[in-house]
């Protein structure tokens, strides 16, 4: 099995915030094919008109069903369950999100124009001091 290596091992800081997601069905829009670990999706506030706003690149790492982050890029991750979120520019995160991403906050998971599936915001972890650096 191919080892995920966690995104703060590579990035230095903690997450910016937790989610709890689910995935969209093929019928519903979403994928056909699973998901793994290191999905590089986008990310779009509900509400949001992307054609004024756009998309933000947001990666998210999935957890286990005991919120530890999934360490194999193999196997496929739940179709509904909690994930660490990574904001990638750092001028985005000081800009944007810090004023957006609050609790309760209403998401999807982005390909392009297409959700992929939706998300809550459930736990802001780093979002506040990564925005400082």
């Known amino acids: 099995m191919e080892e995920w290596v966690p995104y703060e091992k590579v990035r230095n800081h903690p997450p910016d915030f937790r989610i709890r997601y689910r995935f969209y069905s093929e019928d519903e829009g979403g994928r056909k ?43 496929p991750v739940s179709k509904q369950g909690t994930a660490r979120m990574w904001i990638l520019f750092p001028v985005m995160r000081r800009e944007v999100h810090i004023h957006r991403i609050k609790i309760g906050v209403l998401g999807y998971f982005m390909a392009g124009s297409r959700r992929l599936g939706q998300i809550e915001v459930i736990e802001i972890l780093g979002l506040n001091t990564n925005a400082l650096s």
């Open 33 to 75: 094919n699973p998901v793994f670990q290191g999905l590089r999706c986008d990310f779009a506030y509900d509400g949001d008109n992307i054609k004024e706003t756009g998309i933000f690149a947001i990666h998210p790492e999935f957890e286990d069903e005991f919120g530890n982050i999934v360490l194999y890029k193999d196997l």
